[in-house]
């Protein structure tokens, strides 16, 4: 029988270690929403790759929607429709926030 692969995701702790609670919930229901139609191969897979996106946001500071909108960007193609709206969302944060240099007028 196939566990559930909500289930192998929500449970594995490291995937979100040392990310924000929104980050957290960013990330997890990105791969969730990815995971609903994936093979058991196609979930490991998921899995290494949120734990890189985790990584890659903890050690280096990239917010974890600007990691998924470079996967996003790297896959290409209109296959994954899902990745899209994450993408989005992302770069309109970062247009608006002003921590990240958004939100302003250019003088």
Wanted: glycine share 12%; hydrophobic share 40%.
């Amino acid at each position: 029988m196939r566990e559930d692969p909500a289930h192998l995701l929500l449970e594995d702790e490291a995937l979100t270690e040392g990310l924000t609670d929104e980050e957290a919930q960013v990330l997890l229901s990105w791969l969730l929403d990815l995971a609903k139609d994936a093979d058991p191969a196609q979930i490991a897979h998921l899995r290494r790759l949120g734990h890189e996106i985790t990584r890659l946001s903890r050690d280096y500071g990239v917010p974890v929607e600007e990691v998924i909108g470079l996967v996003e960007l790297a896959w290409g193609g209109d296959e994954v429709q899902g990745l899209k709206a994450y993408g989005a969302q992302a770069r309109s944060r970062a247009r608006t926030s002003p921590s990240l240099g958004g939100g302003g007028s250019l003088r």
